[in-house]
């Protein structure tokens, strides 16, 4: 890779642990698998010390760190799956604008979208290949890094909760800017989404070309719109880019793999998401897990939902939490999660017990069913 030959995205390493995989495409499984959004972070030392010397979005851009980062947990724990270190924040970045990590502040735009004309500065025309092969890259080598280990997850922040950082220029509490533009210019925020749309779609069929196993689409935002903005402004994306995807997959020959769809509070939205063309629906930790299963129907695999925060809790009431979610969901058609993404102040030892508790009481429950 970087002072080296760079690896190719054929010849990998025969897959040893498809429990993810089977899963998401409704098949039976032995053990619930799981992952963690965030299980390559700031929670684990080793994280901390290799990002030490390096910019976070120098470190997005190099295939080499971003392999470590992802295998690091996968070292400790368990887990049924890998997903690649990267950001969401990658794609507006291949349009054409500058980001940057601020120290406490977290992810900022330079110069945020603030008016229409504003939109004629973005590149209407992206290479995904040259401005985001550094991604492909780190998937290729995390795919051969991994040995067959555990399938690999590729991703891409959706197109509403990428608009809402282009225009708050960062994080906000009530995303009145970007949601202001919904209302004052719903034109130009569908000319927006669409471009995103189109984006994200080569950039999801990229990745599975580098060696993605499985796709994650992250509407982080979505719990900012009303039901009916929604459907206007964030379904017929979402829609549009798994209709898209699958259809280049076919084209370009490349594997069908599962997808996932991750709507944050979205609840309003649940039925019809079921129905927007991903094999999985991720839940966040704030619906109870058989509203989910009636809202979603039998034809679609849930992922989640444990409150990120339960992993305070001591090891033993972590246990007892894992088995009430596993009894709830059932240890079919489920890929245990937390509702968001693992804390930096979070104790490893206890994302172990999380880990080791699904796979303990998800083959308890299968032994005596």
């Not at 900022?108 to 500065?121: A, H, M, N, Y």
């Not at 492909?136 to 080598?141: E, M």
């Not at 990428?162 to 800017?177: N, V």
Request: aromatic share 8%.
């Amino acid at each position: 890779m970087e002072g080296g030959e760079r690896l190719l995205p054929k010849g990998f390493p025969k897959l040893k642990n498809d429990t993810f995989l089977r899963a998401a495409r409704g098949e039976e499984t032995e053990h619930t698998p799981v992952w963690c959004m965030r299980q390559a972070g700031r929670y684990l030392p080793e994280f901390r010390e290799t990002r030490a010397a390096q910019d976070f979005f120098a470190t997005c851009r190099s295939p080499k760190l971003c392999c470590e980062l992802t295998l690091q947990p996968l070292r400790r724990f368990p887990l049924d799956a890998a997903i690649i270190f990267s950001d969401i924040l990658v794609v507006p970045q291949a349009l054409g604008m500058e980001v940057v990590m601020v120290p406490g502040k977290g992810p900022t735009f330079t110069e945020p979208l603030k008016e229409v004309e504003d939109l004629l500065k973005l590149r209407q025309k992206v290479d995904v290949t040259a401005e985001l092969g550094y991604v492909f890259q780190a998937i290729t080598l995390t795919r051969h890094s991994l040995e067959g280990r555990v399938p690999l997850i590729g991703f891409s922040g959706a197109p509403w909760t990428l608009m809402s950082y282009m225009i708050e220029g960062g994080g906000s509490s009530t995303m009145a800017k970007a949601k202001s533009w919904l209302y004052r210019h719903p034109e130009a925020s569908h000319q927006l989404l669409r471009l995103l749309a189109d984006v994200i779609t080569d950039y999801l069929v990229g990745q599975v070309a580098a060696g993605a196993q499985a796709l994650q689409l992250f509407e982080s935002h979505a719990g900012h719109l009303g039901p009916e903005q929604f459907q206007d402004f964030a379904l017929p994306y979402i829609r549009d880019i798994a209709q898209a995807v699958k259809s280049k997959l076919k084209e370009e020959a490349l594997p069908l793999v599962p997808m996932i769809i991750f709507a944050k509070d979205a609840h309003y939205a649940l039925r019809d998401l079921a129905r927007a063309g991903y094999e999985v629906v991720g839940l966040d930790w704030t619906i109870r897990p058989q509203e989910a299963r009636a809202q979603t129907g039998k034809d679609v695999t849930l992922q989640g939902n444990l409150d990120p925060c339960a992993l305070y809790a001591p090891k033993e009431k972590i246990g007892e939490l894992v088995k009430k979610m596993l009894e709830a969901f059932g240890t079919q058609r489920y890929i245990a999660n937390l509702g968001h993404g693992l804390y930096p102040d979070m104790n490893p030892e206890h994302v172990g017990a999380f880990v080791e508790a699904v796979h303990a009481h998800s083959r308890h429950i299968n032994k005596h069913s």
